[in-house]
């Protein structure tokens, strides 16, 4: 089936650095998502992306985190700078359209702020 | 508050048995999906059922939804080791697909 890809699969970095995480999605999907799940944790919300622009973020998203997809590659979340609390796994889903269709999530990748 | 719950936090059974996760959730809903995540991968969607629909099957997966006592069920019949996994429902919220995830139920195939 469709897969959406993420990269890197690990990071670790120091606090107070940036990062990038990206997300290849599904290729004629329109939304795209980042979510995050702290171990032992349920999967959050964080932000969607639709048509060049975020349409809707939690607060989980801080001032510190964007995201973007330029010229149609890569779905990027940058957080910058990192806190020990950004540690988590953060998962990148992409679909077709909104509401009622199946969202493809990628395997996630593990992020440790030290 | 979460918007969506499974009711257990572990399960166990034997290969060939069959399984029933729970969830509840606290708002009108237009619909809910089930979720499997295995160890390692990220969340893949077994089933969506509509708010109108009372019952949906995938093979061996059958999920209910009960409007009124906002609650629904993923049962697997004759499981399988490769259905060892954790299982979570989830709602929309907002307007933009955003979705909410319960916990997850964790659950173990034993052959």
């Known amino acids: 089936g469709p897969k959406v890809l993420q990269i890197p699969s690990h990071q670790i970095i120091d606090m107070g650095q940036m990062v990038t995480l990206n997300c290849d999605p599904v290729?004629?999907?329109?939304?795209f998502y980042w979510y995050k799940q702290i171990l032992g944790q349920q999967m959050e919300f964080l932000v969607n992306?639709?048509?060049?622009?975020?349409?809707?973020k939690s607060k989980l998203f801080k001032d510190q985190f964007s995201v973007e997809r330029p010229d149609g590659s890569y779905f990027t979340l940058k957080i910058q700078p990192t806190a020990l609390e950004d540690s988590a796994v953060y998962f990148c889903?992409?679909?077709?359209?909104?509401?009622?269709?199946?969202?493809?999530f990628g395997p996630g990748t593990r992020l440790t702020v030290l | 508050s979460q918007l969506a719950e499974e009711n257990l936090w572990a399960l166990s059974v034997h290969e060939g048995e069959s399984v029933t996760v729970n969830c509840s959730y606290k708002?009108?809903?237009?619909?809910l999906q089930w979720y499997r995540q295995k160890s390692g991968e990220g969340p893949a969607q077994l089933i969506l059922?509509?708010?109108?629909?009372r019952e949906k099957r995938n093979g061996r997966l059958r999920a209910t939804l009960d409007t009124s006592s906002q609650s629904s069920s993923l049962s697997i019949t004759a499981t399988r080791c490769e259905d060892t996994a954790v299982y979570f429902c989830?709602?929309?919220?907002?307007?933009?697909?955003?979705?909410?995830f319960g916990k997850g139920t964790k659950l173990s195939v034993k052959s």
């Open positions: 992306f639709y048509n060049g622009k975020v349409m809707e």
């Open positions: 889903a992409s679909s077709p359209r909104d509401w009622g269709y199946e969202q493809y």
């Open positions: 290729s004629n999907h329109l939304y």
């Open positions: 989830a709602t929309p919220g907002g307007s933009n697909a955003k979705l909410t």
């Open positions: 708002t009108s809903i237009t619909a």
């Open positions: 059922i509509r708010s109108n629909e």
